[in-house]
Protein backbone atom coordinates (compact mmCIF):
# COMPACT_ATOMS: atom_id res chain seq x y z
CA UNK A 1 0.00 0.00 0.00
CA UNK A 2 1.11 3.32 -0.85
CA UNK A 3 2.03 5.63 1.58
CA UNK A 4 0.80 8.95 -0.32
CA UNK A 5 -1.52 9.43 -2.28
CA UNK A 6 0.57 10.57 -5.09
CA UNK A 7 -1.93 10.26 -7.55
CA UNK A 8 -4.46 12.79 -6.25
CA UNK A 9 -2.38 15.35 -5.65
CA UNK A 10 -0.64 15.18 -8.75
CA UNK A 11 -4.21 15.66 -10.26
CA UNK A 12 -5.21 18.57 -7.69
CA UNK A 13 -2.31 20.53 -8.68
CA UNK A 14 -2.63 19.62 -12.35
CA UNK A 15 -6.17 21.41 -11.92
CA UNK A 16 -4.58 24.28 -10.03
CA UNK A 17 -2.50 25.70 -12.85
CA UNK A 18 -5.23 25.05 -15.43
CA UNK A 19 -6.93 27.02 -13.35
CA UNK A 20 -4.18 29.98 -13.66
CA UNK A 21 -3.78 29.77 -16.74
CA UNK A 22 -7.54 29.73 -17.93
CA UNK A 23 -8.07 32.64 -15.70
CA UNK A 24 -5.39 34.49 -17.06
CA UNK A 25 -5.45 33.60 -21.05
CA UNK A 26 -2.05 31.54 -20.60
CA UNK A 27 -3.57 28.28 -21.93
CA UNK A 28 -1.57 26.69 -24.69
CA UNK A 29 1.18 29.68 -24.54
CA UNK A 30 4.07 27.55 -23.02
CA UNK A 31 5.11 24.87 -24.99
CA UNK A 32 8.47 24.17 -22.28
CA UNK A 33 10.63 26.56 -20.31
CA UNK A 34 10.65 29.39 -21.46
CA UNK A 35 11.35 31.88 -18.54
CA UNK A 36 15.18 32.74 -17.08
CA UNK A 37 16.67 30.78 -14.55
CA UNK A 38 17.40 31.93 -11.44
CA UNK A 39 19.93 29.05 -10.90
CA UNK A 40 21.84 29.92 -14.44
CA UNK A 41 21.50 33.61 -13.25
CA UNK A 42 23.18 32.67 -10.02
CA UNK A 43 26.36 30.44 -11.84
CA UNK A 44 26.58 33.50 -13.94
CA UNK A 45 27.16 36.26 -11.33
CA UNK A 46 29.26 33.97 -9.82
CA UNK A 47 31.54 33.91 -12.72
CA UNK A 48 31.39 37.75 -13.41
CA UNK A 49 32.40 37.70 -9.93
CA UNK A 50 35.42 36.29 -10.34
CA UNK A 51 35.85 37.95 -13.82
CA UNK A 52 35.84 41.58 -11.93
CA UNK A 53 37.93 40.74 -8.99
CA UNK A 54 39.76 37.52 -9.89
CA UNK A 55 42.51 37.33 -7.41
CA UNK A 56 39.62 38.33 -4.59
CA UNK A 57 36.58 36.52 -6.05
CA UNK A 58 37.58 33.89 -8.47
CA UNK A 59 39.20 30.68 -8.44
CA UNK A 60 40.91 29.92 -5.08
CA UNK A 61 44.21 28.03 -6.65
CA UNK A 62 44.06 30.91 -9.26
CA UNK A 63 47.78 32.30 -9.52
CA UNK A 64 48.34 36.11 -11.06
CA UNK A 65 50.40 34.94 -14.14
CA UNK A 66 47.46 33.39 -15.12
CA UNK A 67 44.56 36.08 -14.48
CA UNK A 68 43.69 37.40 -17.79
CA UNK A 69 43.45 33.62 -18.74
CA UNK A 70 41.01 33.11 -16.52
CA UNK A 71 39.11 36.61 -16.82
CA UNK A 72 39.12 35.86 -21.14
CA UNK A 73 37.37 32.06 -20.65
CA UNK A 74 34.99 32.99 -17.70
CA UNK A 75 33.39 35.76 -19.24
CA UNK A 76 33.12 34.19 -22.65
CA UNK A 77 31.26 31.64 -20.34
CA UNK A 78 29.38 34.12 -18.53
CA UNK A 79 28.12 36.33 -21.26
CA UNK A 80 27.32 33.23 -23.58
CA UNK A 81 24.98 32.09 -20.61
CA UNK A 82 23.47 35.76 -20.27
CA UNK A 83 23.41 35.33 -23.77
CA UNK A 84 20.60 32.78 -23.76
CA UNK A 85 19.49 34.30 -20.63
CA UNK A 86 18.21 37.58 -22.11
CA UNK A 87 16.65 35.37 -25.07
CA UNK A 88 14.60 33.76 -23.19
CA UNK A 89 13.38 36.85 -21.18
CA UNK A 90 12.84 38.83 -24.84
CA UNK A 91 10.75 35.94 -26.00
CA UNK A 92 8.88 35.75 -23.03
CA UNK A 93 8.14 39.46 -22.98
CA UNK A 94 6.50 39.22 -26.80
CA UNK A 95 4.49 36.26 -25.93
CA UNK A 96 3.40 38.12 -22.70
CA UNK A 97 2.15 41.17 -24.71
CA UNK A 98 1.64 39.55 -27.64
CA UNK A 99 4.26 42.07 -30.04
CA UNK A 100 5.21 40.90 -33.52
CA UNK A 101 8.46 41.52 -35.33
CA UNK A 102 10.41 41.04 -32.27
CA UNK A 103 13.84 39.58 -33.46
CA UNK A 104 14.62 38.56 -29.68
CA UNK A 105 17.90 36.78 -31.13
CA UNK A 106 19.05 40.11 -32.44
CA UNK A 107 18.11 41.86 -29.33
CA UNK A 108 19.62 39.74 -27.01
CA UNK A 109 23.09 39.73 -28.46
CA UNK A 110 23.03 43.43 -28.67
CA UNK A 111 21.73 43.61 -25.33
CA UNK A 112 24.74 41.27 -24.28
CA UNK A 113 27.74 42.64 -25.85
CA UNK A 114 26.66 46.00 -24.22
CA UNK A 115 26.80 43.91 -21.11
CA UNK A 116 30.03 43.45 -21.76
CA UNK A 117 31.71 46.32 -22.88
CA UNK A 118 29.86 48.19 -19.52
CA UNK A 119 32.18 45.85 -17.25
CA UNK A 120 35.23 47.83 -17.01
CA UNK A 121 33.24 50.94 -15.98
CA UNK A 122 31.11 48.85 -13.20
CA UNK A 123 34.52 47.26 -11.69
CA UNK A 124 35.54 51.11 -11.86
CA UNK A 125 31.97 51.86 -9.62
CA UNK A 126 32.59 48.93 -7.74
CA UNK A 127 36.36 50.10 -7.20
CA UNK A 128 35.04 53.66 -4.92
CA UNK A 129 31.78 51.24 -3.40
CA UNK A 130 34.52 49.07 -1.87
CA UNK A 131 37.08 52.14 -0.77
CA UNK A 132 34.18 54.30 0.44
CA UNK A 133 33.66 51.12 2.53
CA UNK A 134 36.85 50.77 4.27
CA UNK A 135 37.35 54.41 4.72
CA UNK A 136 34.02 54.71 6.67
CA UNK A 137 34.36 51.79 8.82
CA UNK A 138 37.07 52.06 11.78
CA UNK A 139 36.31 48.24 12.10
CA UNK A 140 37.73 47.81 8.70
CA UNK A 141 40.82 46.46 8.28
CA UNK A 142 42.15 46.22 4.68
CA UNK A 143 39.91 46.76 1.38
CA UNK A 144 40.09 43.17 0.94
CA UNK A 145 38.26 42.42 4.05
CA UNK A 146 35.43 44.72 3.23
CA UNK A 147 35.17 42.76 -0.50
CA UNK A 148 35.74 39.55 0.85
CA UNK A 149 33.43 39.97 3.96
CA UNK A 150 30.84 43.40 3.78
CA UNK A 151 27.21 41.95 2.84
CA UNK A 152 26.78 46.17 1.32
CA UNK A 153 29.84 45.42 -0.46
CA UNK A 154 28.32 42.06 -2.01
CA UNK A 155 25.09 43.67 -2.18
CA UNK A 156 26.58 46.39 -4.49
CA UNK A 157 28.19 44.35 -6.83
CA UNK A 158 25.05 42.86 -7.34
CA UNK A 159 22.58 46.01 -7.86
CA UNK A 160 25.70 47.00 -10.60
CA UNK A 161 25.36 44.32 -12.60
CA UNK A 162 21.16 44.32 -12.22
CA UNK A 163 20.86 48.08 -13.01
CA UNK A 164 22.68 47.78 -16.11
CA UNK A 165 20.78 45.03 -17.06
CA UNK A 166 17.41 46.73 -16.17
CA UNK A 167 18.71 49.59 -18.61
CA UNK A 168 19.32 47.48 -20.98
CA UNK A 169 15.33 46.40 -20.68
CA UNK A 170 16.15 43.11 -19.25
CA UNK A 171 13.79 43.57 -16.05
CA UNK A 172 13.62 39.72 -15.07
CA UNK A 173 17.12 39.47 -15.15
CA UNK A 174 17.80 42.16 -13.23
CA UNK A 175 15.55 41.19 -10.70
CA UNK A 176 16.76 37.84 -10.48
CA UNK A 177 20.03 39.26 -9.89
CA UNK A 178 19.23 41.73 -6.96
CA UNK A 179 16.99 39.28 -5.34
CA UNK A 180 19.96 36.95 -5.13
CA UNK A 181 21.80 39.32 -3.23
CA UNK A 182 18.35 40.47 -1.13
CA UNK A 183 18.15 37.13 0.10
CA UNK A 184 22.01 36.61 0.84
CA UNK A 185 22.65 39.71 2.94
CA UNK A 186 18.63 41.27 3.51
CA UNK A 187 19.53 44.01 1.76
CA UNK A 188 17.00 45.53 -0.75
CA UNK A 189 17.99 47.31 -3.73
CA UNK A 190 15.79 48.21 -7.18
CA UNK A 191 18.03 47.88 -10.28
CA UNK A 192 16.11 51.04 -11.33
CA UNK A 193 17.46 52.57 -8.58
CA UNK A 194 19.97 55.50 -9.25
CA UNK A 195 23.30 55.25 -7.27
CA UNK A 196 26.49 57.24 -7.88
CA UNK A 197 30.06 56.50 -6.59
CA UNK A 198 31.26 55.78 -3.67
CA UNK A 199 28.19 54.37 -2.44
CA UNK A 200 28.63 52.67 1.56
CA UNK A 201 25.71 49.94 2.66
CA UNK A 202 26.80 49.65 7.39
CA UNK A 203 26.02 46.51 8.43
CA UNK A 204 22.91 46.95 6.07
CA UNK A 205 20.04 44.33 6.79
CA UNK A 206 16.76 46.13 6.32
CA UNK A 207 17.84 48.66 3.93
CA UNK A 208 15.06 49.17 1.34
CA UNK A 209 15.59 51.20 -1.78
CA UNK A 210 13.16 51.49 -4.18
CA UNK A 211 12.75 51.68 -7.56
CA UNK A 212 12.89 55.08 -8.53
CA UNK A 213 14.93 56.85 -5.56
CA UNK A 214 18.21 58.76 -6.71
CA UNK A 215 21.47 58.59 -4.90
CA UNK A 216 24.43 60.78 -5.61
CA UNK A 217 28.03 60.36 -4.82
CA UNK A 218 29.68 59.17 -1.21
CA UNK A 219 26.27 58.33 0.27
CA UNK A 220 26.09 56.52 3.44
CA UNK A 221 22.89 54.28 4.71
CA UNK A 222 22.78 52.16 8.01
CA UNK A 223 20.81 49.21 8.57
CA UNK A 224 17.31 49.33 8.29
CA UNK A 225 16.88 52.58 6.63
CA UNK A 226 13.83 52.52 3.87
CA UNK A 227 14.16 55.10 1.01
CA UNK A 228 10.36 53.91 0.07
CA UNK A 229 7.20 55.45 -1.65
CA UNK A 230 4.30 57.42 0.42
CA UNK A 231 1.12 56.64 -1.80
CA UNK A 232 0.82 54.79 -4.92
CA UNK A 233 -1.18 57.26 -7.69
CA UNK A 234 -3.81 54.37 -9.02
CA UNK A 235 -5.31 54.26 -12.52
CA UNK A 236 -9.09 54.02 -13.47
CA UNK A 237 -9.58 50.80 -12.31
CA UNK A 238 -8.02 51.48 -9.17
CA UNK A 239 -4.16 49.66 -9.98
CA UNK A 240 -1.13 51.32 -8.81
CA UNK A 241 0.38 53.27 -11.43
CA UNK A 242 3.78 51.80 -12.89
CA UNK A 243 7.10 53.92 -13.39
CA UNK A 244 6.39 57.18 -11.62
CA UNK A 245 8.96 59.09 -9.75
CA UNK A 246 7.73 58.02 -6.03
CA UNK A 247 10.77 57.40 -4.22
CA UNK A 248 13.43 60.15 -2.29
CA UNK A 249 16.61 62.09 -3.89
CA UNK A 250 19.81 62.02 -1.69
CA UNK A 251 22.35 64.66 -2.87
CA UNK A 252 25.81 63.76 -2.66
CA UNK A 253 27.32 63.05 1.04
CA UNK A 254 24.05 62.41 2.76
CA UNK A 255 24.45 60.40 5.93
CA UNK A 256 21.15 58.58 7.14
CA UNK A 257 21.58 56.58 10.52
CA UNK A 258 19.84 53.13 11.13
CA UNK A 259 16.02 52.97 11.25
CA UNK A 260 15.39 56.03 9.37
CA UNK A 261 12.59 56.09 6.91
CA UNK A 262 12.06 58.39 4.38
CA UNK A 263 9.30 58.00 1.96
CA UNK A 264 7.97 59.71 -1.13
CA UNK A 265 9.67 61.98 -3.50
CA UNK A 266 11.42 64.08 -1.20
CA UNK A 267 14.81 65.95 -1.77
CA UNK A 268 17.91 65.35 1.07
CA UNK A 269 20.17 68.18 0.33
CA UNK A 270 23.77 67.94 -0.15
CA UNK A 271 25.72 66.78 3.16
CA UNK A 272 22.06 66.23 5.30
CA UNK A 273 22.54 63.88 8.68
CA UNK A 274 19.28 62.16 8.64
CA UNK A 275 19.29 60.89 12.74
CA UNK A 276 18.20 57.14 13.61
CA UNK A 277 14.64 55.54 13.87
CA UNK A 278 13.60 59.71 11.88
CA UNK A 279 10.39 59.31 9.75
CA UNK A 280 10.30 61.60 7.05
CA UNK A 281 8.17 62.62 4.29
CA UNK A 282 9.57 66.16 3.30
CA UNK A 283 12.57 67.68 1.88
CA UNK A 284 15.56 68.93 3.98
CA UNK A 285 17.80 71.43 3.17
CA UNK A 286 21.33 70.68 2.43
CA UNK A 287 23.83 70.62 5.33
CA UNK A 288 20.63 69.98 7.79
CA UNK A 289 20.64 67.55 10.56
CA UNK A 290 17.50 65.86 11.34
CA UNK A 291 17.25 63.80 14.46
CA UNK A 292 14.41 62.40 16.02
CA UNK A 293 13.59 64.64 19.34
CA UNK A 294 13.94 67.34 16.45
CA UNK A 295 11.55 65.62 14.21
CA UNK A 296 9.02 65.11 17.30
CA UNK A 297 9.09 69.30 18.16
CA UNK A 298 8.45 70.08 14.25
CA UNK A 299 5.30 67.59 14.50
CA UNK A 300 3.80 69.48 17.80
CA UNK A 301 5.20 72.89 16.42
CA UNK A 302 3.14 72.32 13.35
CA UNK A 303 -0.17 71.35 15.45
CA UNK A 304 -0.11 73.96 17.37
CA UNK A 305 -0.12 76.18 14.64
CA UNK A 306 -2.57 74.73 13.31
CA UNK A 307 -4.39 74.96 15.93
Known amino acids: ??????????????????HWRQAH????????????????????????????????????????????????????????????QACLELTYNAALHRLTGVDAAAEALEATRTFGAALPGIRSLLDSDVLASYQGDPAARSVDEVLLCYPGVLAMIHYRLAHCLYQLKLPMLARIVGELAHAATGIDIHPGAQIGAGFFIDHGTGVVIGETAVIGQRVRLYQAV????????????????????????????????????????????KGAVIGGNVWLTHDVAPGARISQAASREEVVSAQGRAA
Open 226 to 269: TLGAKRFPTDADGNPQKGLPRHPVLEDEVVIYAGATLLGRITVG
Open 1 to 18: MALFDIDSIVHELHDARR
Open 25 to 84: RREGEMRGIEFPSRDAMAALIGQLKGVLFPMRLGPPDLRQESEDYHVAHALDSALHSLLR
